[in-house]
């Protein structure tokens, strides 16, 4: 990896060299945080979790051939070269500062309450019609998973598009920090993590503080649709690009013409001129993606005919919105993770579909125990004014869902199930064939099980 070398590791990450003066100048092949995928030359970064410390595999990784480790545990890593830190995560995250900072690429950094992942995909699907493009895979967009993205970056990439997430005060200066965005993008501020932000104050304090090392030069690209970050005047003395449905925005769609499960047909204007474009995924929210996904595009030099293609190539992630056909059921798996924003918009959609549907719903996380109980409620009458057969409920708190449902459909067809065990039994014989299924809930919630049985 180009300049990564016991040297330069240290100083970037203020650790202490221990027997590396035989390997000072020599470059590490990789960096790992998992033993098991420890490589000839690699750097061994171990994580302290809650039911392992990856120090206690220091030895069997350097006898794998791993050029040098980390440590914050100075026996642990006696007679092997290592570097000595405070913190772990913390020095993955300054030596990823070093490293990106020495690969010297655009940086897109993407963040906001709902929609990230998403986002990320149509942004990196419509700069990869014009650029060799790294973009956070899975659900690497944390203060750890952050500075693993950013150490895949080889010589031959031309931009990264890094998705942050957080969920305590502090976690995205950390992460701005080493990603150093060019470019940032906010989806949106909602009522997610209130368990530690505390509300949508908390939540856009924390979001914005990403601005702190968006360069002086760089550029802040906000949903102007949504009520706290229309606020938003301008950052380091630039004002914002705003994307969003209304016409107020610098870029925005008109003639949205929805086709079902297909995706969504609109036209997209930026400034002054306009396109016409299918995203191919279903639904309101992902119509704002392809327009998030237009505003990068314009900044990177893109032409509007590969804007387009961009948006229309965007391929959906297993539990992230993607749809799965066959010859019994039509699933729409969503099932990754849920707050009530990602969960209107899935019922949105479900809402709008022919034929007889069902929604599965669960828990959803986060979200603090004095507003828990009121926000599942919330759902709930959402859900409950939606052209939807039947409501599968499962978890403790997905039973206000139907308490909600029944405030403005007391008619409706409910089944609450405490555990998806507990439905597991008898999901063959509820859900009727033909059905379009919706299933939606935080992660904790192994609702991919569901999904794999209707799939």
């Known amino acids: 990896m180009k300049n990564l070398t016991p040297r330069t590791i240290a100083a970037a990450c203020g650790g202490t060299l221990v027997d590396c003066d035989a390997i000072l100048d020599k470059e590490i092949t990789g960096v790992v945080i998992d033993s098991r995928k420890a ?12 039911r392992v410390d990856a120090h206690d595999f220091i030895s069997q990784v350097m006898e794998a051939g791993a050029l040098l480790t980390l440590t914050e545990k100075e026996e642990k890593a006696a007679g092997y070269p290592h570097i000595l830190v405070n913190k772990t995560e913390d020095a993955l995250l300054m030596i990823a500062e070093f490293y990106r900072k020495t690969m010297g690429i655009p940086v897109v950094g993407i963040t906001g309450s709902v929609g990230k992942t998403s986002t990320k995909e149509m942004i990196a699907s419509v700069l990869s019609q014009k650029y060799r493009t790294l973009k956070t895979a899975g659900n690497y967009n944390s203060t750890i998973g952050l500075p693993l993205t950013i150490f895949r970056l080889t010589e031959e990439d031309e931009i990264a598009v890094l998705e942050m997430g957080i969920n305590h005060f502090g976690e995205m200066t950390k992460m701005a920090k080493a990603a150093r965005p060019d470019t940032m993008v906010i989806t949106n501020i909602g009522t997610c993590h209130l368990e530690f932000l505390k509300d949508r104050d908390g939540v856009f304090e924390a979001k914005t503080e990403c601005f702190e090392y968006v360069p002086f030069d760089g550029t802040v690209i906000l949903n102007g649709d949504d009520d706290k970050l229309c606020r938003v005047d301008q950052v380091h003395g630039h004002a914002p690009i705003f994307y969003g449905m209304s016409p107020m925005n610098r870029v925005y769609a008109e003639n949205i013409r929805p086709l079902g499960l297909k995706g969504t047909a609109c036209t997209i204007v930026i400034d002054d001129r306009e396109f016409d474009v299918t995203v191919p995924v279903p ?36 539990g992230r919105f993607r749809i799965l056909e066959n010859e019994n059921y039509t699933v729409i798996d969503d099932c990754y993770n849920a707050n009530p924003m990602s969960m209107k918009a899935g019922l949105g959609v479900l809402g709008d579909v022919a034929g007889h549907t069902t929604a599965i719903l669960g828990d959803m996380g986060e979200l ?9 409620r919330e759902v709930g009458v959402f859900a409950g004014e939606k052209a939807i057969d039947t409501y599968v409920l499962i978890g403790q708190l997905a039973k206000y869902i139907g308490e909600g449902i029944r405030s403005v459909k007391p008619e409706a067809e409910i089944r609450s199930y405490d555990t998806v065990e507990e439905l597991m039994g008898e999901l063959a014989s509820l859900i009727p064939a033909g059905d379009t299924v919706l299933v939606k809930a935080s992660h904790f919630m192994g609702f991919d099980r569901i999904v794999k049985a209707l799939h």
Do not use: Q, W
Not at 368 to 376: C, I, S, T, Y
């Open 368 to 376: 603090g125990e004095k507003d828990e109980a009121r926000l599942h």
């Open 283 to 318: 639904g309101r929210h992902m119509v704002m993606n392809a327009l998030a996904g237009a505003a990068v595009g314009s900044i990177y030099g893109l032409t509007d005919e590969e804007i387009k293609a961009g948006i229309e190539k965007l391929e959906t992630l297993s």
């Open 39 to 50: 490589e000839p030359g690699c750097l061994f970064a171990p994580i302290k979790g809650a």
